[in-house]
C-alpha cells in the first residue's frame, strides 16, 4: 500500500473532520499529493492539492474558504482539514500521489497521479 487515508467518520453539518494521508514505499518521494472525493453517483472530482518542495496549494471552488491541505512535518502525512462541512460533501474521499511536481493547471486531473488510497468515508448528516 502506497497510500493509506483516515479519518473520515461521521459529522453533523457545520462540523469539521481532518483526514490524512500517509505515504510509503516510492510515493514518500511524491512531489505533489492531492485530494478527490467521489459523491454518491458522480465521478470522482478534485478538492485540493499541495506541491511539497514550495508548498504551493490549489483548490476547488467547493473548498476554498472551508478546506485547507498542509503537511503534517512531525507526522509526515498530508492533512486535509474539513471545516464548516455540508451534505454535500458527503463522498468517499481519496488521497492521490506522483513524483512529479505538477503545474497549478495540471493539479486537478487525475491522470497526472500516479499513486492513489483506497479512500475514506466522509457523511455529513444531521
Known amino acids: 500500500v502506497q497510500l493509506q487515508a483516515s479519518g473520515g467518520g461521521l459529522v453533523q453539518p457545520g462540523g469539521f473532520l481532518k483526514l490524512s494521508c500517509a505515504a510509503s514505499g516510492r510515493a514518500v518521494s511524491a512531489q505533489t499529493m492531492a485530494w478527490f472525493r467521489r459523491v454518491p453517483g458522480k465521478e470522482r472530482e478534485f478538492v485540493a492539492a499541495?506541491?511539497?518542495?514550495?508548498?504551493?496549494?490549489t483548490y476547488a471552488d467547493s473548498a476554498k474558504g472551508r478546506f485547507t491541505i498542509a503537511k503534517d512535518i512531525t507526522r509526515g502525512t498530508i492533512n486535509l482539514q474539513l471545516n464548516s462541512l455540508e451534505p454535500k460533501d458527503t463522498a468517499v474521499y481519496y488521497c492521490?500521489?506522483?513524483?512529479?511536481?505538477?503545474?497549478?493547471?495540471?493539479?486537478?486531473?487525475?491522470?497526472?497521479?500516479?499513486?492513489w488510497g483506497v479512500g475514506t468515508q466522509v457523511t455529513v448528516s444531521s
Open positions: 499541495i506541491r511539497l518542495p514550495d508548498n504551493s496549494r
Open positions: 492521490a500521489a506522483t513524483l512529479g511536481g505538477l503545474i497549478m493547471s495540471a493539479r486537478g486531473m487525475e491522470n497526472q497521479y500516479d499513486y
